[in-house]
């Protein structure tokens, strides 16, 4: 079974990045990889996600054109660089993994076509 664990999250103020990473486990070669956060109050929202080639990526609207999300088979890792953040990023960020295939761009939005979640990391933006 499959394992998660993010790290770098942390406190910065509006403008400035970070790099979120999650470090599975088991192989994470061919599976398909985001990450999803959620607000205190809020929806979970998708942020991000990559195909197992890495070659194709998918973003949130808010996170477009600041967000981008890398993967590294060989060291079962998974990246999130974060640029610009903004106050309304503010979220506790998820990695997640999908031990099955995805056979439709729309699999990649949805959050319970993940069945592997990890524990979580929180960002805070200020102002």
């Known amino acids: 079974q499959v394992q998660l664990v993010e790290s770098g999250g942390g406190l910065v103020l509006a403008g400035e990045s970070l790099r979120l990473s999650c470090a599975a486990s088991?192989?994470?070669?061919?599976?398909?990889m985001g990450w999803f956060r959620q607000a205190p109050g809020e929806e979970r929202e998708f942020v991000a996600a990559?195909?197992?080639?890495?070659?194709?990526?998918y973003y949130g609207d808010s996170v477009k054109g600041r967000f981008t999300i890398s993967r590294d088979n060989f060291k079962n890792t998974v990246y999130l660089q974060m640029n610009s953040l903004k106050p309304e990023d503010t979220a506790v960020y998820y990695c997640?993994?999908?031990?099955?295939?995805?056979?439709?761009?729309?699999?990649?939005?949805?959050?319970?076509?993940?069945?592997?979640w990890g524990q979580g990391t929180q960002v805070t933006v200020s102002s």
């Open positions: 997640v993994l999908s031990t099955g295939p995805f056979y439709s761009s729309s699999d990649y939005y949805t959050p319970h076509k993940y069945d592997t």
């Open positions: 990559i195909a197992w080639s890495a070659g194709t990526t």
């Open positions: 088991g192989r994470t070669f061919s599976k398909p």
